[in-house]
């Protein structure tokens, strides 16, 4: 779970969007790491431009038919892993 202070940093993208020789999409960071992701994975990282958690959480729950915890704890998790693989970064 994200600490309120982290709900309301600025979420930044990094990095860039490219695409396996099958066509699977990757996420590729600064250090030219490439890691394979879904559709849904990518969506959501074009959604991180400068956006608060908070207001990405309304965003996505707003298109989203998920209970809204679960939603939330997903959406978590996936900003979790965004950073350990540093495809953005969070700011004040």
């Known amino acids: 779970m994200l600490l309120k202070k982290e ?14 020789r099958d066509g699977t999409p990757l ?6 790491e490439a ?10 990282w074009n959604m991180c ?3 608060t958690f908070d207001d990405l959480f ?3 729950r707003r298109i989203s038919s998920g ?11 996936m900003i979790r892993q965004f950073q350990q693989i540093s ?6």
């Open 7 to 20: 709900s309301s940093k600025i979420i930044l993208r990094r990095g860039e969007v490219g695409n396996d």
């Open 27 to 32: 996420l590729i960071n600064g250090r030219g």
């Open 35 to 44: 890691y394979r992701v879904n559709d849904t994975a990518v969506s959501l």
């Open 49 to 51: 431009n400068g956006i």
């Open 58 to 60: 309304l965003e996505v």
């Open 67 to 77: 209970n809204e915890q679960e939603v939330k704890k997903s959406l978590e998790q």
């Open 87 to 92: 495809v953005i970064e969070l700011r004040d």
